[in-house]
T-cell receptor, first 111, second 113 residues
Framework: RKEVEQDPGPFNVPEGATVAFNCTYS??????FFWYRQDCRKEPKLLMS???SGNEDGRFTAQLNRASQYISLLIRDSKLSDSATYLC????????????FGQGTRLTINP | EAQVTQNPRYLITVTGKKLTVTCSQN?????MSWYRQDPGLGLRQIYY???????DKGDVPEGYKVSRKEKRNFPLILESPSPNQTSLYFC????????????FGEGSWLTVV
């Protein structure tokens, strides 16, 4: 079983739709959680951190469920520019910088 | 401008011909790391370094070497490249500690024939 698992998609949704991605992680000792965005043939960039209480950044909402070892990302009112691959990322402990990446979920927003 | 710079960005090479992919950061970060990205497998860590002269293996270190003689540079060395090392490689850096953003280089596309 992979340490971090995501549905690879692809997801094709119309502009303006709401789309949700899910991610599960296997290591219950994981401490920090993130969503990264990666455009085609480009480097990953941090989209947002995920906090236990849930957090929102504009049209993006991230949720963490430690009991179920589950992370989600919700995108509301999707834009064409949201088309990208979204990577679920888990950091194992607070001191080290080791990140474990999911394989990514590919999203295409259609006009 | 804060950045992580990798070179070369694109390379086609032949099996067994030693090559080095350079990585340099201008943010005075202690931590640097190399990842490879392959379809269906996501990003996997090759090696990382917590500071000068401190390096350690990641999840897929076989066939690679690294060095950290200076804080800003973290080259990735393929002593004898093989076709299964054809991949997209990313260098990354950050300050050490939780909550610090990791910055990635633009990636190096490597093909070994």
């Amino acid at each position: 079983r992979k340490e971090v698992e995501q549905d690879p998609g692809p997801f094709n949704v119309p502009e303006g739709a709401t789309v949700a991605f899910n991610c599960t992680y296997s290591n219950s000792a994981s401490q920090s959680f993130f969503w990264y965005r990666q455009d085609c043939r480009k480097e990953p960039k941090l989209l947002m951190s995920v906090y236990s209480s849930g957090n929102e950044d504009g049209r993006f909402t991230a949720q963490l469920n430690r009991a179920s070892q589950y992370i989600s990302l919700l995108i509301r009112d999707s834009k064409l520019s949201d088309s990208a691959t979204y990577l679920c990322v888990v950091k194992k402990d607070l001191g080290a910088q080791k990140l474990v990446f999911g394989q990514g979920t590919r999203l295409t927003i259609n006009p | 401008e804060a950045q992580v710079t990798q070179n070369p960005r694109y390379l086609i090479t032949v099996t067994g011909k030693k090559l080095t992919v350079t990585c340099s950061q201008n943010m005075n970060h202690e931590y640097m790391s190399w990842y490879r990205q392959d379809p269906g497998l996501g990003l996997r860590q090759i090696y990382y370094s917590m500071n000068v002269e401190v390096t350690d293996k990641g999840d897929v270190p076989e066939g690679y070497k690294v060095s950290r003689k200076e804080k800003r540079n973290f080259p990735l060395i393929l002593e004898s490249p093989s076709p299964n090392q054809t991949s997209l490689y990313f260098c990354a850096s950050s300050l050490v500690g939780s909550g610090n953003t990791i910055y990635f280089g633009e990636g190096s596309w490597l093909t070994v024939v």
